[in-house]
């Protein structure tokens, strides 16, 4: 990933295509995009998983993550010198490729934009982090979100 010029520090950023997308030195944001293709299955799920988890430290501080059939939610903090549309683009680029090579197929497998949220306060990092928590168990996936094979938490 190439690493970019950090945004100036407290400095708001706003960008628009479909969505709008808020961005702040620091922030840590809870972060959900969408497949586009046929759903995940569960080989599928944990490659997604496993390659989010590849770039903490290196790229952001990874909070937790939960890859489901048709979605992916991640909590992260992108490293000073790194924006956050440059990690969404390339962890969904690495993974559709890998994805492809696996399906023997070409095409898009992410819907093209992502929903980004910047997390304002140790309360609502809480509620993401309990969101994605319990996403599988609400998607009726599994009744032990700690046995559900998407999930990762960070625990420290």
């Excluded at 922030?27 to 995940?40: E, G, K």
Aim: proline share 6%.
């Amino acid at each position: 990933m190439r690493r970019r010029q950090a945004l100036p520090p407290d400095q708001l950023h706003i960008t628009r295509r479909h969505l709008p997308h808020w961005t702040m030195a620091g922030a840590t944001y809870f972060v959900t995009f969408r497949l586009c293709s046929t759903p995940l299955d569960t080989a599928e799920i944990i490659l997604v998983r496993d390659h989010i988890r590849s770039g903490d430290p290196a790229y952001y501080d990874l909070s937790a993550a939960s890859v489901l059939p048709n979605h992916v939610h991640m909590l992260l903090k992108p490293r000073t010198e790194i924006l956050l549309r440059r990690i969404t683009k390339a962890i969904k680029g690495v993974t559709a490729r890998r994805l492809n090579r696996r399906r023997r197929r070409r095409g898009s497998i992410w819907q093209e934009e992502s929903f980004d949220r910047i997390v304002r306060d140790q309360k609502e990092f809480d509620e993401k982090l309990n969101y994605i928590l319990l996403n599988d168990v609400r998607a009726g996936l599994t009744d032990d979100p700690w046995n559900y094979p998407g999930l990762y938490i960070k625990r420290e």
